[in-house]
């Protein structure tokens, strides 16, 4: 069974920072190179959103709720992806998910914004 590895999440300050990265821990690098990622996430009472996306050509598309704020990339061949998040706001409060195509959720990675 293939398995995503989320971590990097925590408490931090309004206007802080904060990087999230997902591993594709027993996927191959043939497998994904080509696959599409995206981080979603889902706060208190509402539904999962996606929050940013990177496909196998490495273009990007983000929530206008994170655009200038965010940013994604991927490094295929560690199999891993990452979710810089600058200058944070509460409302960016949430469990944060990465999905990478062909594989199950993982365990997702809970992200506070708070004074």
């Known amino acids: 069974q293939e398995q995503l590895v989320e971590s990097g999440g925590g408490l931090v300050q309004p206007g802080g920072s904060l990087r999230l990265s997902c591993r594709a821990s027993r996927m191959i690098f043939s497998t994904f190179a080509p696959a599409n990622v995206a981080w979603y996430r889902q706060a208190p009472g509402k539904q999962r959103e996606m929050v940013a996306n990177?496909?196998?050509?490495?273009?990007?598309n983000y929530a206008d709720s994170v655009k200038g704020r965010f940013t994604i990339s991927r490094n295929n061949s560690r199999k891993t992806a990452w979710l810089q998040m600058n200058n944070l706001k509460p409302e960016d409060t949430g469990i944060y998910y990465c999905?990478?195509?062909?594989?199950?959720w993982g365990q997702g990675t809970q992200v506070t914004v708070s004074s």
């Open positions: 990177i496909d196998r050509d490495s273009t990007t």
């Open positions: 999905h990478v195509e062909g594989l199950d």
